[in-house]
């Protein structure tokens, strides 16, 4: 059973559409988070979710829009796909009382936008 | 904002040989963990080590261990009878106790040689 599931894992669009990225954890974890990792393999930080509730939010363009129907998934929309859209995205999930803990992480999803 | 400064994007070591990892970090918090992961070509993120800030011994698991110097914001990592398997990017990470986000260096390419 997979702790930190992420779909899908490939992901080829064309620029300006739409397209979604789900994440599900069965942790029990309350706070999940999306990273992107560029090509560079740069691990940037974009949101971060308690309980629902957004919590972190870096500067990322407006046309990503996260959305946490419940605390054991966060989805990732992005709107009107851009090249520099490409890359990794890692969904991850930890328990907001224990920063000792690691992030238990997803396999990623490799998104390439032509 | 805390950043973590990983300054050797890439690093070689020979089979059975040690090889050190650097990573600094700037925070002007006290409490606070560090992390180091591995990523292999598999993409997935693998905890290797972990360590609390108000612990001044330096963690060890197996033949990895770490050198933790608080004044200097220094956490560097110490592989050691490296094996083939341990080619992969590093990436050290800074989690502070307030919040939940995990805030990575840029990575290092370790490489090791047969």
């Known amino acids: 059973d997979t702790a930190v599931s992420q779909t899908p894992k490939y992901l080829v669009t064309q620029m300006g559409n739409d397209k979604s990225i789900k994440c599900e954890q069965n942790?029990?974890?309350?706070?999940m988070y999306w990273y992107k990792q560029d090509s560079k393999k740069f691990l940037k930080i974009m949101f971060s979710?308690?309980?629902?509730?957004?919590?972190i939010n870096e500067t990322v363009p407006n046309r990503f829009s996260p959305k946490s129907p419940d605390k054991a998934h966060l989805n990732l929309h992005i709107n009107s796909l851009e090249l520099g859209d490409s890359a990794v995205y890692f969904c991850?999930?930890?328990?907001?009382?224990?920063?000792?803990?690691?992030?238990?992480f997803g396999s990623g999803t490799q998104l390439s936008v032509l | 904002a805390q950043t973590v400064t990983q300054s050797q994007p890439e690093m070689s070591v020979q089979e059975a040989e040690t090889v050190t990892l650097s990573c600094t970090y700037d925070?002007?918090?006290?409490?606070?963990?560090l992390f180091w992961y591995k990523q292999p070509p598999s993409r997935q993120m693998i905890l290797v080590i972990r360590?609390?800030?108000?612990?001044?011994q330096n963690a060890t698991e197996n033949r990895f261990s770490v050198n933790f110097q608080k004044a200097a914001k220094s956490f560097s990592l110490k592989i050691s009878d490296s094996q083939l398997g341990d080619a992969a990017m590093y990436f050290c990470?800074?989690?502070?106790?307030?919040?939940?986000?995990?805030?990575f260096g840029a990575g290092t390419r370790l490489t090791v040689k047969p």
């Open positions: 991850a999930s930890s328990l907001r009382g224990a920063p000792g803990e690691k992030l238990f």
């Open positions: 942790l029990g974890h309350d706070t």
């Open positions: 979710y308690n309980n629902k509730e957004l919590i």
């Open positions: 925070t002007s918090e006290s409490d606070y963990y």
């Open positions: 360590q609390e800030a108000y612990k001044q």
């Open positions: 990470a800074y989690r502070s106790a307030k919040n939940n986000d995990m805030r």
